[in-house]
């Protein structure tokens, strides 16, 4: 009966139109998520930290080979590393729970006050070990956030997770069990968190870091203020 009356009331169509227009703005949204994460990953690494921020499993490796190498001094950097990004997972799950209504806008909001504290450390000349930890904490906060799109959880910097995701999704493509836009959604996420690493990596040694980051803070505002927007004209975009 709710389904008759839907679509005589020339409902049907406009759910689907809007329910297409929250999928697009999803994978916008993860798109960009997965660039920034390369972004941010290469700011570490070339110009404040010499460190990845947001790939976990090549901070652990390197961990435990200056462990191995009984080199504890330069093991420590990589303990807070670990641990921050532990921290960002564990606040953004607090944020999740505390804003259930707002979760996209409660985390992305808190991502951007870290990395303005990461900004300021910069500015006031507080470099090296310390000043790209609230960044990340931000990496691991960003993990939290469960962008859903048809079956996949879509924004996150798991890029190992990504290319698995690719290589199933292609053989159940295969095995027609799924369509080729699957495999071709984590090929995209892929392509273009790499596009952001590459987009730093050419940046990085003629702007300085502070610049990159204001560049990302505004860049993050714009899109707090488009999620506010469409929270308006979409409830379910949360």
Do not use: C
Not at 35 to 58: H, Q, V
């Amino acid at each position: 009966m709710i389904e008759e009356a839907i679509e005589f009331l020339g409902l049907k169509e406009r759910f689907t139109i809007e329910n297409r227009m929250n999928r697009q703005h999803k994978i916008i949204l993860a798109l960009f998520l997965s660039a920034l994460s390369g972004f941010i990953d290469i700011l570490g690494l070339f110009g404040i930290g010499k460190m990845f921020l947001s790939f976990m499993s090549g901070n652990s490796t390197r961990l435990a080979f200056y462990l191995a190498e009984g080199e504890f001094i330069q093991a420590l950097p990589y303990i807070f590393l670990i641990a921050s990004f532990v921290f960002g997972a564990f606040l953004g799950d607090v944020v999740k729970s505390r804003f259930p209504g707002e979760v996209l806008l409660a985390i992305l909001t808190t991502e951007t006050f870290l990395i303005f504290i990461s900004f300021m450390m910069i500015f006031l000349d507080i470099k090296d070990e310390w000043s790209y930890l609230p960044l990340t904490v931000a990496m691991g906060l960003q993990n939290t956030m469960h962008i859903r799109v048809d079956d996949k959880i879509i924004g996150r910097t798991f890029f190992s997770g990504v290319l698995h995701s690719l290589g199933t999704d292609i053989s159940q493509a295969m095995q027609k069990n799924k369509p080729w836009s699957a495999p071709l959604l984590d090929l995209v996420i892929w392509v273009v968190a790499v596009s952001g690493a590459f987009l730093a990596g050419i940046l990085q040694p003629n702007i300085p870091t502070q610049t990159l980051l204001g560049l990302v803070l505004i860049i993050l505002l714009l899109v707090i203020v488009i999620i506010i927007m469409l929270n308006k004209k979409q409830p379910d975009f949360r």
